[in-house]
């Protein structure tokens, strides 16, 4: 059975830090500290918790035998082994790797790091074969 996942590798780290940092904000709060001090670590842990749901919202991209299954919470997007036509590695830091599409054009994988695109070529023709 062929079956590789890539999402992103600091989803559960940023929830825990936000959760963390949340936890101290109340600390703080309930504990009488200084003004300047609960000011802080909220914007501290504001900022955190925006990096956790930044996070969440990052497409997973699965590979299977059927083919590539792209989802992002609530959407969800498949291609065929058939509709694809290939990879590459594209010079972007957000998502270094394109599916390029058999009929024409690109999609962007996100969370698969640019190391992967041999990996990838092997895991097509696995798939296709």
Same mark, same amino acid.
């Not at 940092?21 to 309930?30: K, N, Q, Y």
């Not at 957000?94 to 690109?106: K, Q, R, W, Y």
């Given at each position: ?50 990096? /956790? ?5 990052? +497409?997973?991209? !699965? $590979?299977?035998?059927? &083919?590539?299954?792209?989802? =992002?919470? *609530? ?13 590459? /590695? ?5 998502? +270094?790797?394109? !599916? $390029?599409?058999?009929? &024409?054009?690109?999609?962007? =994988?996100? *969370? ?18």
């Amino acid at each position: 059975m062929l079956d590789r996942r890539y999402q992103s590798r600091s989803r559960g780290l940023t929830t825990f830090l936000a959760l963390f940092d949340l936890a101290w904000l109340v600390a703080f709060i309930g504990s009488g500290y200084e003004h300047g001090y609960v000011i802080g670590w909220a914007i501290v842990t504001t900022a955190t918790i925006v990096l /956790a749901l930044a996070d969440w919202f990052i +497409p997973r991209t !699965v $590979l299977t035998e059927t &083919g590539i299954h792209r989802y =992002l919470t *609530g959407s969800r997007r498949e291609l065929a082994w058939s509709e694809v036509g290939g990879f590459a /590695a594209v010079d972007r830091l957000v998502s +270094p790797v394109d !599916v $390029l599409l058999a009929e &024409g054009g690109s999609l962007p =994988l996100r *969370g698969v790091p640019a190391t992967d695109v041999a990996e990838l070529w092997t895991f097509q023709s696995r798939a296709v074969t």
